[in-house]
C-alpha cells in the first residue's frame, strides 16, 4: 500500500510515517503544495493524508485538482481547524474522511484502512482476524462462523482494535472512536473497562481465544 | 432626581425667595416715591391755598374755601406756627365711615389778623390696594415664571437633552461582544458632541483590545495543537516499543494522560472562542427529547457502573430552533457535570418542557457556588475536567439567548436552561 503523507510539521510526519510503515505501508512525504503536485503527478498512491494549511497555499486546492484528474486515491483530510465549513467543503471535494488535530494514530490508522478498504473492494469486504470474521457492510461480528451479538460500541471497538492489532492502544484513542470528538466528560474510563469486559466475554463464550490484552498503564493490545 | 429637575428646582426655588423678598422691597420703594410725589401735591396745594389767600377776605370766606375743598383744614390758633411739617396719621374718613391714614402737610396762615392752622391731607388709603396689586402682578409673574420653567424643561428634555438619552439607552444595550462601534447621536449641543465622540473613541479601543485578546486565545489554541499533536503521537509510538517495564509503563500512561488533559483543555478553549465569535449560526429546529435520550443512551454504561438513576419528566414533545451542535454541547455538559459530581447510587432528574430544561441531581453543596460558571473554577480536585464545561453553557446561553440559572435546595443541585 502506497500512502502520501502531505504535511508540513516534520516531526507530525515523522510519527505518523513510523506508526504507519509497522502496517506495512509505503509513505512517501511532501511537505509543500509544490511538492504535493510534482509527486501527484509523477505516482499513484492507494491513499494520500492531506493537510489542507500548507506553507505555500491550502490543501483543498490539490484536492480539487486531483479530482479534477480523475484520480481515484482515496483522500483523508488532517487539519487543525475543526470548523464544519471546512469538513463539508472538504467531503463536498470529494475527501473520503476528515480527521482532526491532534489526532490519535490508532484513529488515523483505523481510517485509513477503512479508506484503502472501501476504495478497494468497492465497500463489499470482510476483515478476518483469526477465528474473527468482521461482515463490514453489515456491521456483524461472527467467530468460527457462528454469529456473535454485539452491541454497536462494542463492535466499533473490536474493528478500532483489529485495525490495529499489534498495537498498544490506549483508553483514550477507545473513548474518542465511540464517542466521537466529545471525549471530554470520560474523567474516569469505567465505562471504557465495563465495554472491554463484556467484549471479552461474548468472544470467548462464542469460542474465540483471548486476543485482547490489557497492558499495564497503558490501555490495550490486540495480539496476533 | 434627573439633573434637570435638580437645576429647575433650585432655579425655581431661588425665584421664589428672590420674588417674595421683592415685593416688601417694591412696597418700601414704592411707597416712599409715592409720599414724596404726595408731598409735592401737598405743597402744591399749599401754594394754591396761598395765591386764593388774597381773596379770602372774611371768616365766610374761609369757612366757604374749606368746605369746597376738602383736603384743606383752617384752625384758628393763638400761635403763630413758623415751620411747615409733613406726617402721616390716622383720620375719620366720613365717606368711608372708617379711620383712614392720611398724609397731613401741617402749616401756619395768617387770615384777617388771625394766625390759623392749615392741615392738608391726603388719604395714603390708595398705597394699601397699591400693596394688592404689587402682590398680584408678582404672583401672576411667579405662576408664568414657574409654567415657563415647566415648558422649558420640557422642550430641553425633549430637544436639547435627547441625544444624551438616547445615548444612554445605547450604553445600557450595549454588548462588548456583539456591536464593534456605538452609532453616534448628533448634537447641537457641544457637551453631548464631546460625551459621545469620546464614548465612540472608548468603545473602539475596548472593542479593538477585546478582538486582540480573543484573536490571542484563537490563536494560541491553534498554535498549542500542532506541539499537542506531535507530543501525543510520539508517546503512542513510545508505548508501541518492546519490552516496556513497569515503570516505564507507568511514566508513559501518566505523560500520556496530562498530553490527553491538554489537548482536551485546549479543544474547550478553542470550542468557547468559536462560541464568542459565534461560528454557530446556522439554526434547525431540535427535538429535545430524543436529544436528551441519545445523550443519556451515551451515558448508560457510566450510569448504570455507578448505580446512578435519572428520572426524566416530559409531558409533550419539545421541539425549538437552535444550532444543533450548540444546544447538544449545552445539555451534554450539563449531563456530565451533573454525573461527574453526583456520589455513587445518587440520582438525577431531568424535568423537560417547551420553557425550560432542569437537571437536577443528588449532591453536597458547592463550596463557591457563585463562582461555578467561571473558567477553569474547579469545585472538586479530584475530578478532572477541564474547568470549561460551565463557562461553554453559560457562553451559549449568552449567545443563544437562553438564560442559565442555579440553585441549591433540599440537597440537590438544579441547573435550569430557560428557552
Not at chain 1, 492502544?169 to 477507545?174: G, M, R, V
Request: a negative charge.
Amino acid at each position: 500500500m502506497k500512502v502520501l503523507i502531505i504535511e508540513d510539521e516534520p516531526e507530525l510526519v515523522k510519527s505518523i510515517t513510523q506508526y504507519l510503515l509497522k502496517e506495512n505501508y509505503v509513505c512517501e512525504i511532501a511537505t509543500s503544495a509544490e511538492e504535493a503536485n510534482e509527486k501527484l503527478w509523477v505516482h499513484e498512491y492507494d491513499c494520500i493524508l492531506l493537510d489542507i494549511t500548507l506553507p505555500d497555499g491550502n490543501g483543498l486546492k490539490i484536492l480539487e485538482s486531483l479530482k479534477q484528474k480523475n484520480k481515484q486515491e482515496g483522500v483523508i483530510i488532517i487539519s487543525a481547524k475543526n470548523s464544519i465549513d471546512d469538513r463539508i467543503k472538504g467531503l463536498n471535494l470529494g475527501a473520503d474522511d476528515y480527521l482532526v488535530k491532534p489526532f490519535h494514530l490508532a484513529e488515523l490508522s483505523a481510517r485509513l484502512a477503512a479508506v484503502i478498504r472501501r476504495k478497494q473492494f468497492s465497500g463489499a469486504n470482510e476483515i478476518n482476524f483469526h477465528e474473527i470474521t468482521v461482515n463490514l457492510p453489515g456491521k456483524s461480528v461472527s467467530v468460527h462462523q457462528r454469529l456473535v451479538e454485539l452491541t454497536r460500541k462494542e463492535y466499533d471497538v473490536l474493528v478500532f482494535l483489529i485495525s490495529n492489532k499489534n498495537r498498544v492502544i490506549s483508553k483514550n484513542a477507545i473513548a474518542e472512536h465511540i464517542s466521537g470528538d466529545d471525549a471530554d466528560v470520560f474523567d474516569n474510563f469505567d465505562f471504557i473497562y465495563a465495554h472491554m469486559k463484556n467484549l471479552k466475554k461474548k468472544l470467548t463464550e462464542a469460542g474465540c481465544t483471548d486476543y485482547i490484552k490489557t497492558v499495564y498503564g497503558l490501555g490495550y493490545k490486540m495480539e496476533a | 432626581m434627573r439633573l434637570l429637575t435638580h437645576t429647575v428646582r433650585n432655579y425655581f426655588l431661588l425665584s421664589v425667595i428672590m420674588l417674595l423678598m421683592s415685593i416688601p422691597a417694591f412696597y418700601v420703594v414704592i411707597q416712599h416715591l409715592f409720599i414724596e410725589k404726595l408731598d409735592e401735591e401737598l405743597h402744591e396745594h399749599r401754594n394754591d391755598f396761598y395765591k386764593s389767600m388774597p381773596v379770602l377776605k372774611t371768616d365766610a370766606d374761609i369757612e366757604l374755601y374749606a368746605l369746597l375743598n376738602e383736603e384743606f383744614i383752617l384752625k384758628k390758633t393763638n400761635r403763630k406756627i413758623s415751620t411747615d411739617s409733613l406726617y402721616t396719621a390716622e383720620m375719620y374718613d366720613s365717606a368711608g365711615a372708617r379711620m383712614v391714614p392720611y398724609r397731613i402737610l401741617r402749616s401756619g396762615v395768617f387770615l384777617n389778623n388771625q394766625h390759623y392752622e392749615l392741615l392738608i391731607h391726603e388719604s395714603l388709603i390708595g398705597t394699601r390696594e397699591l400693596i394688592l396689586v404689587i402682590v398680584m402682578i408678582k404672583g401672576v409673574i411667579l405662576s408664568a415664571l414657574l409654567l415657563g420653567l415647566i415648558i422649558v424643561n420640557r422642550s430641553i428634555t425633549k430637544k436639547v437633552w435627547n441625544p444624551f438619552y438616547q445615548t444612554l439607552h445605547q450604553l445600557k444595550q450595549y454588548e462588548l461582544d456583539k456591536n464593534p462601534t456605538l452609532p453616534v447621536i448628533a448634537s447641537g449641543i457641544t457637551e453631548f458632541q464631546d460625551l459621545n465622540t469620546a464614548i465612540a473613541q472608548l468603545i473602539e479601543r475596548n472593542h479593538q483590545v477585546y478582538l486582540n485578546q480573543k484573536e490571542f486565545t484563537e490563536n494560541a489554541s491553534h498554535e498549542l495543537q500542532t506541539p499537542l499533536a506531535i507530543s501525543r503521537t510520539k508517546l503512542e509510538l513510545l508505548m508501541q516499543t518492546k519490552e516496556l517495564t513497569r515503570e516505564q509503563a507507568d511514566l508513559i500512561g501518566s505523560l500520556y494522560e496530562a498530553t490527553e488533559r491538554l489537548t482536551r483543555l485546549n479543544k474547550n478553549l478553542l470550542l468557547l472562542t468559536k462560541i464568542e465569535n459565534r461560528q454557530f449560526i446556522e439554526k434547525e429546529t431540535v427535538n429535545l427529547n430524543s436529544l436528551v435520550r441519545q445523550l443519556l443512551e451515551f451515558h448508560q454504561s457510566q450510569l448504570k457502573d455507578r448505580k446512578i438513576e435519572v428520572q426524566v419528566e416530559q409531558e409533550s414533545e419539545v421541539s425549538i430552533s437552535a444550532n444543533h451542535a450548540l444546544i447538544e454541547i449545552l445539555l451534554s455538559n450539563l449531563l456530565s457535570n451533573a454525573v461527574r459530581y453526583t456520589s455513587t447510587s445518587g440520582n438525577i432528574e431531568i424535568s423537560l418542557t417547551p420553557q425550560a430544561f432542569t437537571i437536577s441531581n443528588a449532591g453536597p453543596p458547592f463550596e463557591n457556588a457563585t463562582k461555578i460558571f467561571e473558567r477553569f473554577h474547579r469545585e472538586s480536585k479530584t475530578h478532572h475536567g477541564s474547568g470549561l464545561g460551565l463557562a461553554i453553557v453559560r457562553k451559549i446561553g449568552e449567545v443563544s439567548g437562553y438564560a442559565i440559572a442555579y440553585h441549591y435546595k433540599d440537597s440537590m443541585h438544579h441547573f435550569t436552561v430557560r428557552f
